[in-house]
C-alpha cells in the first residue's frame, strides 16, 4: 500500500460518503473511471463488461440526483455501450471527448496535426504488430493504443523491446507516452482526466472540502484525476499499487467498487 492511502472496504467508504452528501448543498458526485474500477480487466477491451448490480446502482443513484461522470480512455461510444444509462455523463478518450451536454462542447480540441501523426504512426504499428500474435493496435478518436494482454509470456520481453525501440525513433511530438495495466498508449501532451475534474468542479461552483465528490480509478491515467481532486473532493485507489498514488482512500477490487455503489443507494433509501 501506498503511504497516506487508507484501505476500506466498500461499505465503509459508502458510509464516509454518504455522511458528506446529507450536508446542505453537497456536490453529490462522483466521478468514475470504467475498466478496472466498474469492470473486470479482462483479456481484450471488448470482453470486458460491467457487472449488472453495479450498473443497477448507477441508475438507481442517478434517479436519486446523484450526478455519475464516467471518465475512460475508452471512446465515448463504447462507454455509453459498457453503461447504458441514460442520465449519466460520458467523456471519453481522456477527457477529450464528451461532456454534459453530450456533445463535446466541455472537451478541449486536439491540437493541429494530432489526427494525422496518429493516423500515420497507425499504419506503421499495424504492419509491425504483424509478428507478435496477441498484439492489438487501438485507434482511438484521440489517441493510439498498443495492447499485449494476450502476447504469450516467452514473445512479451521481445514484443516490448520491439516497441520502445519504434516509438523512440519516430518522432513523438505533441503526443505523451503512457503505460497501463498490459497496454502503451499516445495520447495528445497535457489533456488528461485531470481535465473533467476542473470542468466538473467549475460546473458545480465548489470551494472547500467536500467528500460527496468522489473521484475513483485504478490506472496510471487516473493519477491526473487524483491530483485534479486534491483539497477539493475525494480520491480513491481500486487494487494494490507498489508506485506512488495521490488517492488518500483504497478499496481492493471492482467488487468493492461496485459494493461501495450498493451501500450508496442503500444509505439513500434509508434516509428517504
Do not use: Y
Not at 471519453?92 to 494525422?116: N, Q
Not at 496518429?118 to 504488430?129: F, K, Q
Not at 499516445?186 to 473533467?196: I, M, S, Y
Not at 467528500?211 to 481500486?238: P, Q
Amino acid at each position: 500500500m501506498t503511504r497516506g492511502v487508507t484501505s476500506i472496504s466498500g461499505a465503509e467508504l459508502a458510509r464516509e460518503v454518504s455522511v458528506a452528501a446529507e450536508r446542505p448543498g453537497a456536490a453529490r458526485t462522483l466521478l468514475l473511471d470504467v475498466d478496472g474500477t466498474l469492470a473486470p480487466i479482462a483479456p481484450t477491451p471488448e470482453q470486458a463488461a460491467v457487472p449488472a448490480a453495479t450498473l443497477r446502482s448507477i441508475e438507481c443513484l442517478a434517479e436519486a440526483g446523484w450526478k455519475v461522470v464516467l471518465v475512460s480512455g475508452r471512446p465515448v461510444v463504447e462507454i455509453r455501450t459498457m453503461v447504458p444509462v441514460e442520465r449519466v455523463v460520458a467523456f471519453g478518450s481522456h477527457g477529450l471527448e464528451g461532456g454534459f451536454d453530450g456533445m463535446g462542447s466541455d472537451a478541449p480540441d486536439l491540437p493541429a496535426g494530432i489526427v494525422g501523426r496518429l493516423d500515420a504512426l497507425e499504419a506503421e504499428a499495424a504492419v509491425m504488430a504483424r509478428d507478435f500474435p496477441g498484439v492489438r493496435v487501438e485507434r482511438k478518436p484521440a489517441g493510439l493504443a498498443f495492447h499485449d494482454r494476450l502476447v504469450p509470456e516467452e514473445s512479451l520481453r521481445r514484443w516490448r523491446k520491439r516497441l520502445v525501440g519504434w516509438l523512440d525513433e519516430n518522432s513523438l511530438e505533441g503526443l505523451a507516452r503512457l503505460e497501463g495495466k498490459r497496454v502503451l498508449e499516445l495520447r495528445p501532451l497535457g489533456f488528461d482526466k485531470g481535465h473533467v475534474v476542473r470542468v466538473v468542479v467549475q460546473k458545480l461552483g465548489l470551494s472547500g472540502q467536500d467528500h460527496s465528490l468522489v473521484a475513483v480509478g485504478d490506472d496510471v491515467t487516473d493519477e491526473d484525476m487524483f491530483d485534479a481532486i486534491r483539497g477539493v473532493g475525494l480520491a480513491v485507489r481500486v487494487g494494490e499499487t507498489e508506485r506512488p498514488t495521490a488517492a488518500t482512500r483504497q478499496v481492493q477490487s471492482t467488487t468493492e467498487v461496485g459494493n461501495f455503489l450498493g451501500a450508496l443507494v442503500q444509505a439513500g433509501d434509508r434516509r428517504a
